[in-house]
């Protein structure tokens, strides 16, 4: 049992974060190269990278599905799962992190903080997960680490406690200075690892310097360290390590380190950095689920009963891979879980340690471990598998609303029951897609995060189903809200058709509900008073307006941000039911919404435009034209940076518009900020 338990002390389960480009795949294969898990290294523009195996990947030269790998670094197990950096498929960042212990975030030297660098690291702040940065690009022109890190700063809000001082700038970049340890890390060119020496003499009095400033920011935020600072006035590289471990692990300062994983420099101390903060599956609170409605914690123990969440699906023709985080206990190769989602038996056929695409088979896996699983047939992302006889919940992943929709159809009608399956199995593993029939027109609708992530998702059926498929013109998912209500709105439903009758009297207040709110749209709240209506009949009323929400009155869209109060009802002795109350919720708040002042919403995205400061203004008119509204804009280097909010519906063929006008040297990143009124209904399609 003990060594169980210290081997647990030696995982890492971490992922890779950043805005795309900013080389998060080529860190990871950098990674997978120095642990020796790999002998060449992989290159993106080469399309021979291990993580984006999926041929759309490698034609795209992005990442587009999250892919977890296993290595091995002094020591210690790291599991490291490659997120995608592009918005679209910020849902499959979310999934990883639900599962993460801690983060590596990568920023461009060049660039710094940018618009997904900013949202996949808010993505983090929600799940607590403790993280480290790494300044990449440090060889390129224009790359300031200092710069870098006031970004950071600035537009992230953590403290940087910045541990490296580079050695060299832009294409003269050849390493860092350890400013714990104040050593130099020197990489000749095509060299694997790095030469260890005494700091270069032009540099020692800047690394004296910056060590003291790191001196000052951790003493000031962690008490033994302040109480080492203060005795002898400067701290020890072990104390200064422990304080880094524990201020790292508790959200309270981010390490940052900087390196060129294109020339493989910087990757070593980087690794290092990661077994030396980054938690260990014994170091995050224990995982906490429901059992009963009662909430339960699972300790990260070998021998406690087992509970694992479901993160990821792979549907291959071949069978399901299903991907795993172990929180408690052990699973065997055959042994019965049961799915406390689906709420039935499943049998572990085998059990694979993943290597992207490759997968070594394994006998077991315990708690803290990341694999993946072959035999499931119900679990699903989210699903929560468990010892049958002490069953637990575990919170799934949250999964985001689809906001973009194509109509798709089979360009032979005898394709269509296979372009039906080739759907489920889409949306089986990705929970962000959606499928349904439109009702008015009987097509089958497509619904995603945006037009990459629907393209994607086309192609896949086209690529891997063979299917031949007919795409409509995107559109947007639309919104409804209440602009002004209703009060005392009187609905009575009374139908008698032979025997038992139904009979339903309610009275609504209708309102606007600006507060966020996690219950789909609706705060629902009884005023009834001398017990007129039973509280069985208020949350049947309740169950009727959420129904009544998925159609509003001007285009038939989902209503959000509404407040129902129930404020009167009467009963009948016989009649009266939950199915009668249940009807009267849903068409008495239909109706009522119907009478009120309703308000058309679209959905807003916050777009940053980067181009030559010469086509600054045919891109402001440009965006201007498309109901864009600027936020800011910055120039610098001769080019300029223009930050604006425009209705995600404008947005579609603007990557090509902007190309156009600025001869292929504009380039742009946009990331959903929410919904705003639409300026008429007849904007609805």
Known sequence: MRTHVNTLTTVRNLGILAHVDAGKTTVTERILYTTGTTHKR????????????????????????????????????????????????????????????????????????????ESVWRQADR??????????????????????????????????????????????????????RMR????????????????????RAEAGRRRRLLEEAVAERHPAALEEFCDRETLDATTL??????????????????????????????????????????DVPPVRGTRDAAEQERPADPAAPMAALAFKV??????????????????????TVWDATARRTERIGRILRV?????????????????????????????????????????????????VHVAVQARRSTDTDRLATALARLTEEDPSLAVRSDPQTGQTVLSGMGELHLEVAVERVRREHGLEVAVGRPGVAYRETV??????????????????????????????????????????????????????????????????????????????????????????????????????????????????????????????????????????????ARRGRVKGSGTGAGTAVVTATVPLAELFGYATRLRSRTQGRGTFSARPTGYAPAPTPAAVR
């Open 42 to 117: 992989g290159e993106v523009h080469d399309g021979t990278t291990v993580t984006d195996f999926d041929p759309q990947e490698r034609d795209r030269g992005i990442t587009i599905f999250a892919a977890a790998v296993s290595c091995s670094w002094d020591g210690h197990r790291i599991n490291l799962i490659d997120t995608p950096g592009h918005v679209d498929f910020a849902d499959e960042v979310e999934r990883s992190l639900r599962v993460l212990d801690g983060a590596v975030a990568v920023f461009d030297a060049v660039a710094g903080v940018e618009p997904q660098s």
């Open 127 to 180: 799940h607590g997960v403790p993280r480290i940065a790494f300044v990449n690009k440090m060889d390129r022109a224009g790359a300031d680490l200092d710069a870098a890190v006031a970004s950071i700063r600035e537009r992230l809000h953590p403290v940087p406690l910045v541990v490296q001082l580079p050695i060299g700038a832009e294409d003269g970049f050849t390493g860092v200075v350890d400013l714990l």
């Open 184 to 203: 130099a890390l020197v990489w000749a060119d095509g060299a694997d690892t790095a030469e260890e020496g005494p700091v270069p003499h032009a540099l």
């Open 241 to 282: 390590a422990a304080a880094l471990r524990d201020l790292t692990r508790g959200g309270d300062g981010v390490v940052v380190l900087c390196g060129s994983a294109y020339r493989n420099r910087g990757v070593e101390p980087l690794l290092d950095a990661v077994v030396a903060y980054l938690p260990s599956p014994l």
């Open 314 to 335: 792979n549907a291959t023709p071949t069978g399901r891979l299903t991907y795993l985080r172990v929180y408690s206990g052990t699973i065997g190769k055959g042994d």
């Open 355 to 403: 290597c992207a695409d490759r997968h070594d088979p394994l006998e077991r896996a315990v708690a803290g471990d990341i694999v993946a699983v072959v035999g499931l047939k119900s679990a699903r992302a989210g699903s929560t598998l468990c010892a049958p006889d002490d069953p637990l919940v575990l919170e799934p992943p949250g999964v985001a609303e689809p906001v």
């Open 483 to 624: 602009g002004e209500g209703v009060s005392g709105f009187v609905y009575r439903h009374v139908k008698q058709d032979g025997g038992a009758g139904q009979f339903a009297h309610v009275v609504l207040d209708v309102e606007p509900w600006e507060e966020d709110t996690e219950e789909r749209g609706l705060v629902f709240r009884s005023a009834v008073v001398g017990g007129r209506v039973p509280q069985e009949f208020v949350r049947a009323v309740e169950a009727g307006c959420r129904d009544a929400l998925a159609e509003g009155p001007l285009g038939g869209h989902p209503v959000t941000g509404v407040r129902v109060t129930l404020v009167d009802g009467l009963t009948h002795v016989k009649d009266s039911s939950e199915t009668a109350f249940r009807t009267a919720g849903r068409f008495g708040l239909r109706d009522a919404l119907r009478v009120s002042e309703m308000v058309l919403l679209e959905p807003v995205v916050e777009v940053t435009v980067t181009v030559p400061e010469d086509a600054v203004g045919g891109v402001l008119g440009d965006l201007a």
